[in-house]
């Protein structure tokens, strides 16, 4: 089993930068992926960006440039940097790892963190 505890979330006004923290607990060694991905009110839950146990990150195009995904190995906690933030990146965004055992892959999720932009 996998814990994941987001933290970091909050209001900012729009231009604004937050960091949002995902603390990783358990069978953590054999994760392969770890991800945030958001949702919005009324939409679905979207990829926002993905880190692999290499240091191979993944982002969604529209949030290229803006966010970063890294992870520190020793504090077993992957980071999302968000500068410039937009209203639209409202939502609630969550914590996510992956682990591939043969055939089959185990997702995990964390509780969530609200991300309020103001305009």
């Known amino acids: 089993q996998v814990q994941l505890v987001e933290s970091g979330g909050g209001l900012v006004q729009a231009g604004g930068s937050l960091r949002l923290s995902c603390a990783a607990s358990g069978s953590i060694f054999s994760i392969d992926v770890m991800g945030w991905y958001r949702q919005a009110p009324g939409k679905q839950r979207e990829l926002v960006a993905t880190?692999?146990?290499?240091?191979?990150?993944n982002y969604a195009g529209s949030l290229k440039g803006r966010f970063t995904i890294s992870g520190d190995n020793a504090k077993n906690t992957v980071y999302l940097q968000m500068n410039s933030l937009k209203p639209e990146d409202t939502a609630v965004y969550y914590c996510?790892?992956?682990?591939?055992?043969?055939?089959?892959?185990?997702?995990?999720w964390g509780q969530g963190t609200q991300v309020t932009v103001s305009s």
């Open positions: 880190i692999t146990s290499g240091g191979s990150t």
């Open positions: 996510n790892a992956l682990r591939y055992s043969g055939l089959w892959a185990y997702d995990y």
